[in-house]
């Protein structure tokens, strides 16, 4: 991929990604699940890092639990406190606006030889399409604006024969995110899966690129004060879908 994208390319998807931050803006309102998350953050600013029993009503569980995105919770409530129902709207846009653009990005690094624009305005707008009912201000639109972000770094490493120094920023992203939701999980197991490709075709440094990889990112995955908690959430919801 050396040529450059056209002009008209780009300003086609700077307007897919003004539709994604238009909506947050125009049609959506705050998911209630939001309001839980900034009670969360108001506990744990309290009480302190670490599993709590939430007091939030009469009818809640007086057993104590992990609450896994705990440095997005906080963060969402410092939003608030700062700039109020504007700025958590305007977080949420740019990060669906975030997403929009980075689905692109990644689309142009599956690209080898004749750039194909048309197609890439297509998927994504069609991943726009897909994504942006499930977009809201909460944990979650984060991790998946961190996970994308990752899922081009990699794109970009394969488009350059897994010569890319920039896939090394993938570890302190996990470490990032592995604080904000159980998601995380999903970049060690996506390393898995290419060790195991580089494997099966006898790729010798690819396997020790991506063993080192899958290593630093688990341990990343692991950095996390809740660890304990987030791991028994993440066998909890293994077996039950609630």
Same mark, same amino acid.
């Given at each position: 991929?050396?040529?450059?994208?056209?002009?008209?390319?780009?300003?086609?998807? #700077?307007? *897919?990604?003004?539709?994604? &931050?238009?909506? +947050?803006?125009? =049609?959506?309102? @705050?998911?209630?699940?939001? !309001?839980?998350?900034?009670?969360?953050?108001?506990?744990?600013?309290?009480?302190?890092?670490?599993?709590?029993?939430?007091?939030?009503?009469?009818?809640?569980?007086?057993?104590?639990?992990?609450?896994?995105?705990?440095?997005?919770?906080?963060?969402?409530?410092?939003?608030?406190?700062?700039?109020?129902?504007?700025?958590?709207?305007?977080?949420?846009?740019?990060?669906?606006?975030?997403?929009?653009?980075?689905?692109?990005?990644?689309?142009?690094?599956?690209?080898?030889?004749?750039? #194909?624009? *048309?197609?890439?305005?297509? &998927?994504?707008? +069609?991943?726009? =399409?897909?994504? @942006?009912?499930?977009?809201? !201000?909460?944990?979650?639109?984060?991790?998946?604006?961190?996970?994308?972000?990752?899922?081009?770094?990699?794109?970009?490493?394969?488009?350059?024969?897994?010569?890319?120094?920039?896939?090394?920023?993938?570890?302190?992203?996990?470490?990032?995110?592995?604080?904000?939701?159980?998601?995380?999980?999903?970049?060690?197991?996506?390393?898995?899966?290419?060790?195991?490709?580089?494997?099966?075709?006898?790729?010798?440094?690819?396997?020790?690129?991506?063993?080192?990889?899958?290593?630093?990112?688990?341990?990343?995955?692991?950095?996390?004060?809740?660890?304990?908690?987030?791991?028994?959430? @993440?066998?909890?919801?293994?077996?039950?879908?609630?």
């Amino acid at each position: 991929m050396n040529d450059r994208p056209p002009l008209g390319f780009w300003l086609l998807i #700077r307007l *897919l990604a003004l539709v994604a &931050a238009g909506k +947050a803006i125009l =049609y959506d309102t @705050l998911d209630p699940d939001c !309001f839980w998350h900034l009670r969360v953050a108001a506990q744990l600013e309290h009480d302190g890092i670490g599993p709590i029993v939430d007091h939030l009503s009469f009818a809640s569980s007086k057993e104590p639990w992990t609450p896994y995105s705990w440095l997005a919770e906080l963060a969402m409530k410092s939003i608030w406190d700062h700039g109020g129902y504007r700025a958590a709207v305007a977080t949420q846009a740019a990060m669906q606006a975030g997403i929009v653009l980075l689905f692109a990005l990644s689309c142009l690094q599956l690209q080898a030889g004749q750039p #194909r624009y *048309l197609s890439t305005i297509l &998927a994504t707008a +069609a991943g726009e =399409y897909l994504a @942006l009912p499930y977009l809201s !201000f909460r944990p979650v639109t984060a991790a998946l604006l961190i996970l994308v972000f990752c899922t081009c770094l990699i794109l970009r490493d394969r488009r350059l024969n897994e010569n890319s120094k920039s896939i090394w920023w993938i570890i302190p992203l996990t470490a990032l995110l592995t604080d904000i939701h159980l998601f995380s999980f999903f970049i060690p197991l996506v390393f898995v899966a290419m060790f195991l490709g580089a494997w099966y075709e006898c790729s010798q440094p690819s396997m020790k690129r991506y063993a080192a990889l899958t290593f630093a990112t688990t341990i990343a995955f692991l950095a996390t004060p809740m660890l304990p908690g987030l791991l028994r959430t @993440l066998f909890f919801y293994s077996r039950k879908d609630q």
